[in-house]
């Protein structure tokens, strides 16, 4: 089993729309969690990261994390064509980017 | 402009060749990783460095060698030893200090096998 899943999609969407990425997991120690976007044959940048469970918002984008499912998610309001692109969750147990494990990224695309 | 560079952007490696990706950074930051993307899988560590002179073995170092004699700089070398080394590479780096260290990527190189 993998430590961490994510639905490859692609995801396709019309302008407007309210997107949700989801992610789940098997390690329950993971504790810091992140959300990256990846434009197409770019590095990825990062968007989101939380600590342990709840909500944080920033802007459009809401990250939620449910540690008693052991499942993540990244909510985009109002979506926009320039929201197109993979997005790749990622976690950890410990601190230390060299700790990460990141899942294999959803493509999607917004629909103008 | 701070940024991490990555050169070549595409580059080919004949059989039995070693070939030398460079990624170089003007953050000032401690840390560089090295990461390898394929199609369906996530990005996984290659080698990453702390400091300068000082490196360690990721999840998939086999096949592939790093140096990092300047802190701007961390080179990885796909040897001959790495029997399928298509991908898509990613250098990173962080300041190595932070609780919830925040990755700044390069754009990448695409390496293929001729």
């Known amino acids: 089993q993998k430590e961490v899943e994510q639905d490859p999609g692609p995801l396709s969407v019309p302008e407007g729309a309210i997107v949700s990425l989801n992610c789940t997991y098997s390690n329950s120690a993971f504790q810091y969690f992140m959300w990256y976007r990846q434009y197409s044959r770019k590095g990825p940048e990062l968007l989101m990261y939380t600590y342990s469970s709840g909500n944080k918002e920033d802007g459009r984008f809401t990250a939620q994390v449910d540690k008693s499912s052991k499942y993540i998610s990244l909510f985009i309001r109002d979506s926009q064509p320039s929201d197109s692109a993979t997005y790749l969750c990622?976690?950890?147990?410990?601190?230390?980017?060299?700790?990460?494990?990141f899942g294999t990224g959803t493509r999607l695309t917004v629909i103008p | 402009d701070g940024g991490i560079t990555q050169s070549p952007k595409y580059l080919f490696r004949k059989e039995g060749q070693n070939v030398t990706l460079s990624c170089e950074q003007n953050?000032?930051?401690?840390?560089m990783y090295w990461y390898r993307q394929d199609p369906g899988q996530g990005l996984r560590l290659i080698y990453y460095s702390q400091i300068v002179n000082d490196f360690q073995k990721g999840d998939i170092a086999e096949g592939y060698s790093v140096s990092r004699e300047k802190k701007e700089s961390f080179p990885l070398t796909v040897t001959s030893a790495q029997k399928n080394p298509t991908a898509f590479y990613l250098c990173?780096?962080?300041?190595?200090?932070?609780?919830?260290?925040?990755?700044?990527f390069g754009s990448g190189t695409q390496l293929s096998v001729l």
């Open positions: 990173a780096s962080s300041t190595g200090r932070s609780l919830v260290e925040k990755l700044f």
């Open positions: 953050l000032n930051h401690d840390a």
């Open positions: 990622a976690m950890s147990a410990r601190t230390g980017a060299n700790n990460l494990f």
